[in-house]
């Protein structure tokens, strides 16, 4: 949310188009992405036989791997100036209250953890 902050003071103020695009940034990422994800690696947290899960067992291996790869590729893109601040400001307003959800929706899940299990 910082990232789309400065990319609104490079380019003057906000429009409505720009608020309508995060917004269905948003909900596209939240709703086909991140969701499915909390709720699979959830299932697969309280299918397990264990007690007690490490705080990093959220993820699976693969998970980790992927989570590492869209932020590195994130990275290269935004310092690589392909897309103008603008855009990338667009997505990340959009993109960080999706993510910001999905840690929610963990955190929630982590809190009832038993009465669920």
Known sequence: MILSYKSFRINGNISWEYVLASVVIFYLFFRFVFRKIVKKH????????????????????KGYMVMSLMIAVGIAIRNAHLINPIYLGAFYLGLGPAILSAGIMFLISALHFDRRK
């Open 42 to 61: 959830t299932h697969r947290i309280m299918s397990s036989r264990l007690s007690e899960h490490c705080i990093f067992s959220f993820f699976d291996a």
